[in-house]
């Protein structure tokens, strides 16, 4: 259904798309909204985004960009081999 949306849309000049992976139990840190909270990854404890730690690092051009920069920051993952992955890309 995503296809024949993106199809529609862009006129048939589809961009590429990577096919889906099921992601793994265990494969990303879990974090509560507690401690997401004291972290400070989105919002100030004040409520604020200006000093969070998203807006501090946040140099995505697209709004795409900008919320695969705050999943990642939401859900880090746990293998060492596939942080370095996505360190060296």
Do not use: C
């Not at 919002?43 to 969070?52: C, P, Y």
Request: a positive charge; glycine letters at 4%; aromatic letters at 2%.
């Amino acid at each position: 259904a995503i296809l024949a949306y993106v199809e529609k849309t862009q006129i048939s000049a589809r961009p590429p798309i990577a096919p889906l992976r099921r992601e793994h139990d265990g494969a990303a840190m879990r974090i509560d909204a507690a401690t997401r909270a004291n972290l400070e990854l989105f919002r100030t404890l004040h409520g604020e985004k200006k000093g969070s730690l998203i807006e501090a690092i946040d140099r995505t051009v697209t709004p795409a960009g900008s919320r695969l920069l705050a999943q990642r920051l939401a859900s880090p993952l746990t293998d060492p081999a596939a942080v370095n992955l996505r360190l060296d890309s």
